[in-house]
């Protein structure tokens, strides 16, 4: 699948590390779709993509990303999606690169000469490496991806990358097509539309992030522990028999404890059995409250700010956490805190997809506290 306008600048980021997965940290409020894949000479199935070995590949305009996944690594014995450094050094080298050498001539010279220079070159004084990256005009990818198949081809070390495939994500989008429940069905339909105007979802099956957030002025909301089981059946309409089971699974299902308060939590769950009468087909589902956002801080495989060694030896008190505890004054003056339901489904339900979330549930699912209380 490639992007859909060509006249676009991609980003191409060399250090081809990371790979798609459905890290609930990561996943909100974006498009992904599904991936129907031959496990076999003899069987096809249907797999979530974030499922199928994938490395990124780059970004265009501020929302897209896109990925290279291949199907050929995908097996059920395999417990990784990611490629090992050999597999990322070899497509890099004899791919990707091999065909800038020839689609590129007059830009190639910014690329770095091999995988292991690009390691080099991005790798920071204390850990981890900076992302830098090329530009290469949509007009050219469509031969890039020409050339990147020719060079598969014709190296047999590459024979696992045969078959590869695009994909495209859109993140972040949450904040622009927020309206009240209530609000008419052809004006949801029209909201719909905004966030897909930019794809082509007539192929594949594509999946979208519905959610739904309650708040109160001057009021902080939180998920109740022993709720989740109602909040689930709610959410996703199954019964109670299918909820409780979902909670047994420890790799279905993770408690997220508000404020270290073991009866204050939200959840994380994978949907993934077909047997389930789930009304939405809904493939993922969390619930949360937003306080954590004053401090999100995505770094080195953390999401929050933390406070190193040096940092804690530094003042009496140290600034960090004399700063930590200003954010938290001043949100306690200025920032309520919402509850949130998100739940991802095929984007043929979206219109329907938590519509109808019934009060009760609500009611003896939050809990509320006075914001200066709870910060």
């Known amino acids: 699948m490639y992007c859909p306008h060509t006249h676009q600048l991609v980003s191409f980021t060399h250090n081809i590390w990371p790979s798609w997965n459905t890290n609930p940290h990561h996943s909100t409020t974006s498009l992904i779709f599904d991936v129907t894949t031959q496990l076999n000479s003899t069987q096809w199935i249907s797999v979530d993509p974030s499922k199928v070995p994938n490395v990124f590949f780059g970004t265009f305009g501020p929302r897209h990303t896109l990925r290279i996944f291949f199907p050929r690594l995908k097996d059920h014995d395999r417990q990784s999606i990611n490629l090992n450094e050999i597999q990322l050094g070899d497509i890099y080298d004899l791919a990707i690169r091999a065909a800038a050498q020839d689609v590129l001539p007059d830009t190639v010279h910014d690329w770095p000469t091999s995988f292991k220079a690009a390691q080099f070159k991005d790798r920071n004084h204390g850990r981890g490496f900076t992302n830098s990256g090329v530009i290469i005009s949509g007009l050219r990818l469509s031969e890039l991806d020409q050339q990147i198949r020719y060079h598969i081809e014709t190296e047999p070390v590459l024979e696992w990358a045969a078959d590869y495939f695009w994909g495209t994500e859109i993140r972040g989008v949450k904040d622009a097509y927020t309206h009240p429940i209530s609000t008419p069905p052809a004006e949801r339909l029209r909201l719909l539309e905004s966030v897909t105007k930019d794809i082509d979802t007539t192929y594949g099956t594509w999946y979208v992030d519905v959610g739904l957030e309650f708040i109160l002025g001057g009021q902080a909301l939180l998920w109740s522990t022993d709720s989740h089981s109602q909040i689930m059946q709610a959410a996703f309409g199954i019964d109670a028999r299918e909820a409780n089971s979902i909670m047994s699974k420890r790799s279905k299902y993770f408690r997220d404890v508000s404020t270290h308060l073991e009866s204050l939590s939200g959840f994380r769950v994978v949907l993934d059995d077909n047997s389930m009468n789930n009304r939405v087909s809904a493939v993922y589902g969390q619930a949360y409250e937003s306080s954590k956002s004053q401090t999100y801080h995505p770094e ?76």
């Open 300 to 375: 080195n495989g953390r999401y929050g700010k933390t406070l190193t060694l040096k940092e804690a030896m530094h003042g009496n008190p140290p600034p960090w956490c004399q700063n930590l505890l200003n954010l938290y004054r001043d949100a306690a003056r200025n920032v309520d805190v919402a509850a949130r339901i998100e739940v991802r489904c095929p984007l043929e339900f979206a219109e329907e997809c938590l519509i109808a979330f019934p009060e009760d549930t609500l009611r003896t699912s939050l809990t509320c506290y006075k914001r200066e209380i709870w910060w």
